[in-house]
Nanobody, 127 residues
Framework: QVQLVESGGGSVQTGGSLRLSCTFSGFASRWYCMGWFRQAPGKEREGVATIYRSGSNTYYADSVKGRFTISQDNAKNTLYLQMDSLKPEDTAMYYC????????????????????WGQGTQVTVSS
């Protein structure tokens, strides 16, 4: 049974930083794509960043490019999202997601491409 558990959320002021972590377990075989998604009240869940297993292929939403960095440590079974220069519009519930269907290198950027989800961690940025 695949489990994803997020941590690291919290409240910060504009310009601050947070690092989210997602520990994962239970994959019957290797995972291929993982990502971070966020959902603000009244809005659809949107893709923030995704990463291919090897780390060779990453995606960032335009709104976070240059400020957020996704990375993984497979030895520790952990996915990270380093968030710098945070803005109030980054306020949302952040979710970790994964899929283990074969992919040569491309990862989906929409939530519908992922099969496994964590419970979420809240990020609040105040002005």
């Amino acid at each position: 049974q695949v489990q994803l558990v997020e941590s690291g959320g919290g409240s910060v002021q504009t310009g601050g930083s947070l690092r989210l972590s997602c520990t994962f377990s239970g994959f019957a075989s290797r995972w291929y794509c993982m990502g971070w998604f966020r959902q603000a009240p009244g809005k659809e869940r949107e893709g923030v960043a995704t990463i291919y297993r090897s780390g060779s292929n990453t995606y960032y939403a335009d709104s976070v490019k240059g400020r957020f960095t996704i990375s993984q440590d497979n030895a520790k079974n952990t996915l990270y999202l380093q968030m710098d220069s945070l803005k109030p519009e980054d306020t949302a519930m952040y979710y970790c997601a994964a899929h283990d269907r074969y992919s040569a290198s491309w990862c989906p950027t929409q939530q519908y491409g992922y099969d496994y989800w964590g419970q979420g961690t809240q990020v609040t940025v105040s002005s």
